[in-house]
C-alpha cells in the first residue's frame, strides 16, 4: 500500500471551479501525481475530485493550499486522507452506473491511425452507439443496434473464419456454450448478437451480465465491475476495410472473444475472483491483478484431454479466441509467416502477475492452466497472500453487494450463513444415501 496524500474537493458544478481549483494548488506549489472525479450520485449542483499530492510536498505547501480552497466561494469542502488511504470502489451493483461517464477515450474520438479516422459514416455510426452507453442504467434492458448490412457482412466475414477453428482450437467448455448461444442469442453467420439478449442469457445460467461502455475504462473500474459479475462491452463493430484488425476491442471481441465463457459457471468465479481482488486494492496491486487478467481472461490457454484422449493445449482467452491469427499461433505454437515459436509456462499466479506483457503482438509467453477450478483455487490463495489489502471483502449474492468484514458482528452473520449451508449440504447428503438406487421424476408442468 502506499503511502500517500490525497485531497478530496468537493466543487459547486459551475465552470471553470476546477481550474480555479487548480490555480491555488499551482500558487502554493502543490505539485500532483493524479487526478480522478468522482461522480456525485445524488446531486447536479455539485462534483468530486480526488487529486494525489506528490511526496515532495511538504505539509506548510499543503495546509497553506487548503487554506485557501476553504476561503474561496467555490470549494464546498476539503478533505486531506493521508497515510494509508484506500481507493474508493463500488459497494453494491449500481455504483457500477459511476463509471459509466469517466471512459478514457470516448468511443467515437479515433486516432489519425484507425481503419475508420477518415470515414465520417463511419465515425457517426460510433458516436450514435456511444450515446447508449452514456445513458445506460444497470438494470435497465440494454437498447438494441439495429446493425446495417455493411456492419453484419464484417461480422459474417470473421465470423465463419473463427467459427471453422473452434472445435479445434477452443476448449470444451467453450464448444459446449456456443451451440447454446446460437440457439438462444441469435449467435449466427447472419446476424450480429444484441447485447440484451446475451446479457440475459447469462444472467440465467451465472449471473454474470453485459453492460454497455462507451470507450476503455480504467483497468481499475473495468475490473471492479468483474466483482459484481459485471462485464463492460462494446456495441459497435470494427470498421469493414480490414475485417481481420481492430485497434481496440469491438463487438467481435465481446462476443465471440468473452461472452461464451462467462457462461461457465468456474470460468464466471475465476473471472469474479479477480475483480473482487481489485476492489480498494493499490495501484500496484492492480497492475498486478491487470496482469493476471490478461494472461487468463484475454490469453489463456489451458490442457484438456483431445477426443482421442490425448491432452493438448487449447484456447480459452478472449484475445486468442477473436483473433484468427493468435488462435492458430498460440495452440499450433509457431506463426506460419514469421516462424516465431511461443513458449508455454504453468500457470502460476504469483510469476504471471509480474511478466509484463506486449500488447501490438502475438504474445511470446502463454500459462498454461490445468483447469477452470484450479485456477480459482490458485486466484484465491494468491489474492488472499501477495496482495497487500488490509482488509478482508465477502460478496454477498443475495443484495448483490459487497461487505467489508471489520466487525464482529458481520463475521458472527457470516458464520450463521456458512452453517446454515454446512447443514443444508449434510441434509441433502443424507437424503442421497438415503434414497441411492430411487429414481424420481419432479414435474416440470404445473
Ligand atoms: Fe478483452
Redesign the pocket.
Known amino acids: 500500500m502506499v503511502n500517500h496524500r490525497s485531497l478530496f474537493l468537493t466543487l459547486s458544478h459551475s465552470v471553470g471551479t476546477l481550474k480555479s481549483s487548480l490555480d491555488v494548488l499551482s500558487r502554493n506549489k502543490v505539485n500532483l501525481t493524479k487526478i480522478e472525479s468522482k461522480p456525485v450520485r445524488h446531486s447536479k449542483e455539485v462534483f468530486n475530485f480526488v487529486v494525489d499530492v506528490d511526496e515532495d510536498v511538504s505539509n506548510e505547501q499543503l495546509d497553506k493550499a487548503i487554506t485557501e480552497l476553504k476561503q474561496s466561494k467555490y470549494c464546498n469542502e476539503v478533505k486531506l486522507l493521508g497515510g494509508k488511504s484506500i481507493p474508493w470502489f463500488p459497494r453494491k451493483l449500481s455504483d457500477i452506473d459511476y463509471f459509466s461517464s469517466e471512459t478514457l477515450e470516448a468511443g467515437a474520438e479515433l486516432e489519425s491511425d484507425h481503419p475508420g479516422f477518415t470515414d465520417s459514416e463511419y465515425r457517426n455510426r460510433r458516436k450514435h452507439i456511444a450515446e447508449i452507453a452514456k445513458t445506460y442504467k444497470i438494470n435497465e434492458p440494454i437498447p438494441k443496434v439495429a446493425y446495417a448490412k455493411s456492419e453484419i457482412d464484417t461480422w459474417r466475414i470473421i465470423y465463419n473464419e473463427l467459427t471453422a477453428l473452434y472445435p479445434t482450437y477452443a476448449c470444451e467448455q467453450y464448444n459446449y456454450i456456443f451451440p447454446l448461444l446460437m440457439q438462444n442469442c441469435g449467435y449466427s453467420e447472419n446476424n450480429i448478437p444484441q447485447l440484451e439478449d446475451v446479457s440475459q442469457f447469462l444472467q440465467g445460467v451465472t449471473g454474470f451480465r453485459l453492460r454497455p461502455v462507451s470507450g476503455l475504462l480504467s483497468a481499475r473500474d473495468f475490473l471492479n465491475g468483474l466483482a459484481f459479475r459485471v462485464f463492460h462491452s462494446t456495441q459497435y463493430i470494427r470498421h469493414h476495410s480490414v475485417p481481420f484488425y481492430t485497434p481496440e476491442?469491438d463487438l467481435v471481441?465481446?462476443l465471440l472473444?468473452?461472452a461464451p465463457l462467462f457462461a461457465d459457471s468456474d470460468f464466471a468465479d475465476f473471472s469474479q475472483q479477480i475483480g473482487l481482488a481489485s476492489l480498494g486494492a493499490s495501484d500496484e496491486d492492480i497492475e498486478k491483478l491487470v496482469r493476471l487478467y490478461w494472461y487468463t481472461?484475454?490469453f489463456g490457454v489451458c490442457v484438456q484431454n483431445d477426443k482421442d484422449g490425448i491432452p493438448r493445449n487449447k484456447a480459452y482467452g478472449?484475445?486468442l479466441l477473436?483473433s484468427f491469427g493468435e488462435l492458430k499461433y498460440s495452440i499450433d505454437g509457431i506463426d506460419v509467416k514469421t516462424g516465431n515459436k511461443p513458449e508455454y509456462r504453468p500457470f502460476d499466479p504469483e510469476v504471471a502477475c509480474n511478466h509484463v506483457y506486449p500488447i501490438t503482438t502475438y504474445q511470446p509467453v502463454y500459462y498454461v492452466a490445468n483447469s477452470f477450478d484450479a485456477m480459482k483455487d490458485q486466484m484465491r490463495k494468491f489474492a488472499s497472500t501477495k496482495l497487500n489489502r488490509p482488509f478482508a471483502l465477502r460478496y454477498n449474492p443475495f443484495t448483490l453487494s459487497v461487505d467489508v468484514l471489520d466487525s464482529e458482528d458481520k463475521l458472527l452473520t457470516l458464520t450463521g450463513t456458512i452453517q446454515s449451508n454446512i447443514d443444508n449440504l449434510k441434509y441433502a447428503l443424507e437424503k442421497i444415501r438415503q434414497n441411492k438406487g430411487l429414481s424420481f421424476e419432479y414435474n416440470e408442468n404445473k
Do not use: L, T
Open positions: 476491442p471481441h465481446e472473444g468473452h481472461v484475454e478472449a484475445g477473436s
